[in-house]
Structures are given as C-alpha cells and as structure tokens.
C-alpha cells in the first residue's frame, strides 16, 4: 500500500544491511562510519528502553498478554522489532566482526577479514613429540620434569601454573629449544634436498630468529619446501608445527636466549652445507668448526638458561661456578656430538652425509666406500682414534661441567648426567676390542643397560664421588 511513509520506513530505507550488498543504499548517509555508529547507539537506545518496560510489566504483572485487546494496545506493539535485531546485528558486525578499508570502486566501505591467528603449541604436544624425535634426549628430559608436571602430562590436566617456574619451567625452555634446533638439524640432513635450498631456507630461519619482521617470509617458504623434505613422521609432524612452536617460544621468558643462540646455529648449517658429502669437512677445524654450530651452541644456550634459573631460588648464581660453566660448555656439548658422528659414522655415509674429516679417510689409504665398509672396521677404528681420544677428553670435561652445577638443581644435574653416562658407555664399546663381524652399524646400548646407568644418575646428581665414580675413565686402556 503505497501512501504516507511513517518515520520508521523512511529509517529502514536508508539503513544499511550488513550481510546484503543489494540493501545498502548508494548515497554518502550509508558509505560513512558515522552512520553505523549512529544506527548502533540508536540500538542501544532501543534495546535498554525495552528492557525497562519489559521489567516495569512484569511487575506489574501486566506483561502475560491476557487478551486479544491487551495484546492489540500493548505499547511494544508499536516499537518495530526487526529494525532491533537488524540495527543490533549491525552494531555488532561493524565492531567486532570487521574493519573497513578506506576506499572502494563504488564509495562504500567493504569489510576486511581479519588475519588468522596460529595457537601457540601447548606442552602436552611438545612432550608427546620429544621422543618420537630422540628418545635419548626425552629420557633426560623426562628426568628434568617435577613429579607434579609428569602427573599433568599423564592426565591432561595441564594450566597455566604446571610450567610457570622451577625445573618445569626450565624443562620446557629446554624441551622448546630442543625442538627448535631438531627442525634446523632436520633440514641440514635431508641430503636429497639440493643443497642451495637447504641454505636458502635456513638463512631465512635464521634471519626469522634474530628478527620478527622475517618470521612470515620464513614460515611461507618453510612451507613451501617442507613436503619435499625426506624425514620420519615425527620430524614432518615438527616442520609442519613450526609456526606453533615459535608461536610458543615468543611466549618464553627465556626467548632471547634461545632465539640467538639457534639463529646462529641456523647460519652455520647453512655455511656449511654441500651437495658433496666428501667435501664438507677437510679437517680437524672444519669438524670443530661444525661441531660449535651443531652442538657448541646449545651447550652455550643450556648454560644460560642454567644460570638464570635458580634465581628464583638462590637469587643468584654462584660466579665461580658460572666460570666454570662457560669454560666447559663447549667440550661438553661437542664430546656428546663427537660420539654421535663417530658411532653413527657408516649410517651417515649411507644417507648421504659425511662427518669425518677428509685427512683421515686419505690417512688410512682407503676410499670413502672401503673407509666405511664393513669388512674394513678394523682400519676403520684405528684411522679415528684421534677422535676416540677428543670426544673422551670432552667426556671427561663434561663431568666438570656438572659438578659446576649446584646440588640443589639435582634435576638440572641428573639431565646433564644421563647423556654423558650414555655417551662413556659408547666410547668404552667403540674402543673395546672388535667381535668378529660387528661394525660401528651395530653397536648400541642395551636397554637393560640404559636402565642401569638411569637408575645410578639419581645418586649422583646430588653426589660429586657418585658422579665421578659413573662418568670417569673406568681404565686407561679404554677410553
């Protein structure tokens, strides 16, 4: 019925709909902000004016509708309720939901969708990947958590307080860390990777490390190579978490800390990696110099984070101890990874990758191929036992390392503790004798054996004789 329009129509008509583009008029009234601001206090005006007279009725007990006349001449009756809910749902869409861009080809302002955020990676996901990842390293690091924080892990019940502080919070530094340097460590072994690519990607990360303003570049082409990394299921399920866990680690109160020492370790994987497996070390310093950024960097990564720990315990932390701490944290983490290349040696060379120095392959008057066969093991052992004879001598700093450590931190001391007693173990193998037809392929600690070293690292974390008495030299014969 077309006749005289009443103030509410004329309203309706130059309202603007949030969800329909056909509704909303071209004129400067429904293109300003203003308007929607004015729509939405009149929303308010109108929402808070019906709930008055929702409440005056119902006291009065006038508001049941007990006739078709009182229903007819009910003063609500008049108030338009669409025009509410449109002007409600309008107020709502322009605060929280959007926000305009300042032009558009027509004049009128078009929402911006808001940029997605990525959830930081909770603590139940970084423990449940550590040991799919390294279950060396999650044994030290389940030796690291509280029985309280075991208990959450276990049953879930995890809040904000679980790693607040203490050895949890410490734990979880270190579990961050862990992870963050795996994922380096993952692309610098992938071999089937060009070599230019895997420099490439981790220069990014490690710029991204040392500044934010390239962490989105980082993480796009970290996504973009990530599928054609050849890794296990864990590590993949590591690359494609990597936004989480830095979302994670920006939450770290730690974070300079970690963030400068893995950035550093990511610019030199990337100077050192090659598609020639014989040509990435030619020496003793090339090893060394590897061996800094592989594993020299954590062992200065875990020693700040060990000294700034007990500050919320002791206040401080001992100078001389600290002193200690630095002049060791080198040969500490270096003998654990000298370990690793030597008794992983024949693996890597089958994967594609190379750690032994190029001097003493051409020292022992084989090939690479012969060096790492089989059947010339004994050749083989008697061309690295200068290596044999470093990482011990590294082991054996190691120990000095830990002493350093107060006997209050035990659980700091009992994770330093698990990795050496593992790594003495796997010398005194290396440099035992060889049994006919074993290779370094094959050797490894038994579990009855790891149980046993677990078992005897709780008295020496809190026992200096007991901790020489199960990381020491057990005969000069062996190393």
Not at 174 to 196: F, V
């Amino acid at each position: 019925m077309e006749g005289k329009a009443s103030p509410w129509g004329r309203l309706l008509r130059i309202l603007p709909h949030p969800h329909s583009a056909a509704r909303t008029p071209r004129n400067e009234a429904a293109a300003s902000v203003g308007c929607d601001c004015m729509v939405g206090l009149y929303a308010l005006l109108l929402f808070f004016a019906h709930s008055v007279w929702i409440v005056f009725y119902a006291v009065r007990g006038a508001y049941a509708f007990d006739s078709p006349a009182h229903r007819k001449n009910h003063p609500f009756k008049r108030i338009p309720l669409p025009l509410l809910h449109s002007s409600l749902r309008l107020l709502f869409f322009s605060r929280k939901r959007v926000s305009y861009s300042d032009t558009h080809a027509n004049g009128i302002p078009m929402p911006r969708p808001a940029p997605a955020k990525i959830s930081p990676m909770r603590e139940d996901m970084i423990f449940a990947i550590l040991p799919a990842v390294s279950r060396t390293f999650a044994l030290s690091i389940n030796a690291l958590l509280p029985h309280r924080a075991r208990r959450a892990l276990k049953t879930g019940r995890i809040n904000a307080k679980t790693f607040a502080r203490g050895d949890a919070a410490l734990a979880s530094d270190i579990a961050l860390a862990y992870l963050l340097c795996r994922l380096l460590d993952t692309i610098e072994d992938d071999a089937a990777l060009p070599a230019k690519k895997r420099a490439s990607l981790l220069s990014s990360l490690g710029r991204a490390l040392a500044d934010d303003v390239y962490m989105k570049e980082a993480l796009r082409e970290l996504a973009r190579i990530a599928p054609a990394i050849q890794a296990t299921p864990a590590e993949k399920e590591l690359l494609d978490n990597a936004a989480a866990l830095f979302a994670r680690l920006a939450l770290r109160g730690n974070k300079a800390s970690i963030l400068r020492h893995a950035g550093e370790m990511a610019f030199g994987m990337a100077a050192c990696v090659t598609d020639d497996p014989q040509g990435a070390i030619q020496s003793r310093a090339d090893l060394d110099r590897y061996c800094h950024y592989v594993a020299g960097t954590v062992g200065a990564m875990l020693t700040e984070l060990f000294i700034a720990y007990p500050l919320a315990i002791t206040r401080n932390f001992p100078r001389k101890r600290a002193e200690i701490l630095r002049g060791n944290m080198e040969a500490f983490a270096r003998g654990l990874q000298l370990v690793n290349i030597i008794k992983d040696c024949c693996k890597d060379f089958a994967a594609g990758r190379c750690f032994i120095p190029a001097e003493m392959v051409r020292a022992s008057g084989l090939s690479y191929a012969e060096f790492f066969s089989e059947s010339n093991d004994a050749q083989r052992r008697a061309a690295m036992k200068p290596l044999l004879e470093a990482a011990a001598a590294d082991i054996d700093r190691a120990g000095i390392y830990t002493r350093a450590l107060p006997r209050r931190m035990r659980q700091a001391r009992l994770f330093c503790i698990l990795p050496i007693a593992l790594a003495r173990a796997t010398l005194n193998l290396l440099a035992a004798p060889p049994k006919p037809g074993s290779d370094y392929t094959r050797i490894r600690i038994s579990r009855h054996r790891v149980a046993l070293l677990a078992l005897l690292a709780r008295p020496a974390a809190i026992s200096n004789l007991c901790l020489t008495l199960l990381c020491s030299r057990k005969t000069r014969r062996r190393i």
